[in-house]
Antibody, heavy 123, light 109 residues
Framework: QVQLQESGPGLVKPSQTLSLSCSVSGGSISSGDYYWSWIRQPPGKGLEWIGYIYYSGSTYYNPSLKSRVTISVDTSKNQFSLKLRSVTAVDTAVYFC???????????????WGQGTMVTVSS | SSELTQDPAVSVALGQTVRITCQGDSLRTYYASWYQQKPGQAPVLVIYGKNNRPSGIPDRFSGSSSGNTASLTITGAQAEDEADYHCNSRDNDGIHNYVFGTGTKVTVL
């Protein structure tokens, strides 16, 4: 049973960089069947896809965040990470890592999610 | 980029049927997936593809699509189905871009 677990600071100052990691257990991040994703949810609002990474290192980002986001993977640690630069209060949200199934569109879906971690941007 | 629009809230009597809709241009091209989210918890995938349920999802959940509208139907709603439901699809801007719906709060009376 694959499980995902986010970790990182819960408080980040404005203009600084938000850094989170997602550890994958029960399966290998190097499986070619999945993309490893970050998704966020501001308090009381809907979900927003941030981006994802393939085990090879190929990355794809939400165009609205692309200039501030970097997602990386460490296959030796079986984890992937998110960096969001120049944060402001609007970046305050619960950040989830999730797994997206690669391949046929019939399988489209984020099938496994981490529990989420709340990040507050405040001085 | 595309948008996916959902009704903010719907209610259903215990044991009755409720349909939740999701509208957007991207749904003419791509399948919707649906997620159930209870307060303080992560979303859970309940429907993907044409009408597929992950292991462990009750068969009272089903999906359908027509034109620019995808639907999630709960047939015989149970108290534990009270939750927020989010739809999701690829964005028309590119196959590696994704959009979520605005979310629907389902209340079971």
């Amino acid at each position: 049973q694959v499980q995902l677990q986010e970790s990182g600071p819960g408080l980040v100052k404005p203009s600084q960089t938000l850094s989170l990691s997602c550890s994958v257990s029960g399966g290998s991040i190097s499986s070619g069947d999945y993309y490893w994703s970050w998704i966020r949810q501001p308090p009381g609002k809907g979900l927003e896809w941030i981006g994802y990474i393939y085990y090879s290192g190929s990355t794809y980002y939400n165009p609205s965040l692309k200039s501030r986001v970097t997602i990386s993977v460490d296959t030796s640690k079986n984890q992937f990470s998110l960096k969001l630069r120049s944060v402001t209060a609007v970046d305050t949200a619960v950040y989830f890592c999730a797994r997206w199934r690669a391949g046929a569109r019939e399988n489209d879906g984020f099938d496994i999610w981490g529990q989420g971690t709340m990040v507050t941007v405040s001085s | 980029s595309s948008e996916l629009t959902q009704d903010p809230a719907v209610s259903v009597a215990l044991g009755q049927t409720v349909r939740i809709t999701c509208q957007g241009d991207s749904l003419r091209t791509y399948y919707a997936s649906w997620y159930q989210q209870k307060p303080g918890q992560a979303p859970v995938l309940v429907i993907y593809g044409k009408n597929n349920r992950p292991s462990g999802i009750p068969d009272r959940f089903s999906g359908s699509s027509s034109g620019n509208t995808a639907s999630l139907t709960i047939t015989g709603a149970q108290a534990e189905d009270e939750a927020d439901y989010h739809c999701n699809s690829r964005d028309n801007d590119g196959i590696h871009n994704y959009v979520f719906g605005t979310g629907t709060k389902v209340t079971v009376l």
